[in-house]
């Protein structure tokens, strides 16, 4: 394992991928993620990374302070200020909660609370499950992990199919709508995926 601590020693990893380093999938994901396809994982976290970055850009950060004050806000009045003096503050538990809600306002345009605790349990296996031993036994953190996984891709795809059309009615009613359209990340992701897939039909043609 090497640890780079230096902006110097990310660019060198980053610009060299698949040359002196190459990035790979420990035992845990490939069971938790079967799909997991290790010939294609460098060039999609090279486009994932390249979506990220843009996502997380100070000029796109300034975008979201607004919604980020907004969920600061709701968190504080709906967990914090009913608190007395003498009442202990499972100050982890509501870190995570604040961490779960404003992750998934950002990267899924999801406000619901109830959803958001609905994906809290998944998430939180899968966590686990990532830094335990992969033995897939009925009873283990692995197991669930697995379980919850499964669970997991079967809500985000629904959410995408659900995302997409949302768009395409967007896009087909008013283009100029398309300025107030969400800007998470799952529907970023969609739009460039939409424009390439365009853009490769356009070439074939």
Not at 27 to 36: D, H, L, Q, R
Not at 123 to 152: C, E, Q, W, Y
């Amino acid at each position: 394992m090497a640890m780079l601590c230096t902006a110097a020693g990310n660019k060198l990893l980053f610009s060299n991928e698949n040359k002196p380093v190459k990035s790979w999938w420990p035992a845990n994901v490939k069971k938790m993620f079967p799909n997991t396809n290790e010939a294609n994982f460098s060039k999609e976290t090279i486009r994932l990374r390249k979506v990220m970055s843009t996502f997380l850009k100070p000029d796109s950060i300034r975008k979201h302070i607004g919604v980020m004050d907004q969920v600061t806000k709701h968190h504080f009045d709906k967990h914090w200020s009913s608190l007395d003096q003498k009442q202990v503050i499972m100050f982890q538990s509501l870190a995570k909660k604040y961490t779960s809600a404003l992750s998934c306002r950002l990267f899924l345009n999801i406000e619901d609370p109830q959803v958001i605790a609905k994906l809290e349990k998944p998430i939180r296996h899968i966590n686990v499950g990532l830094v335990s031993l992969p033995l897939d036994l009925p009873g283990t953190n692995f197991n669930r992990a697995i379980r919850a996984s499964k669970k997991m891709r079967e809500e985000i795809e629904s959410m995408v199919v659900k995302r997409k059309i949302d768009l395409m009615n967007l896009n087909l009613i008013d283009r100029e709508q398309l300025a107030n359209a969400p800007q998470d990340l799952m529907s970023s992701l969609i739009r460039k995926n939409e424009s390439r897939a365009n853009g490769d039909c356009k070439i074939k043609r």
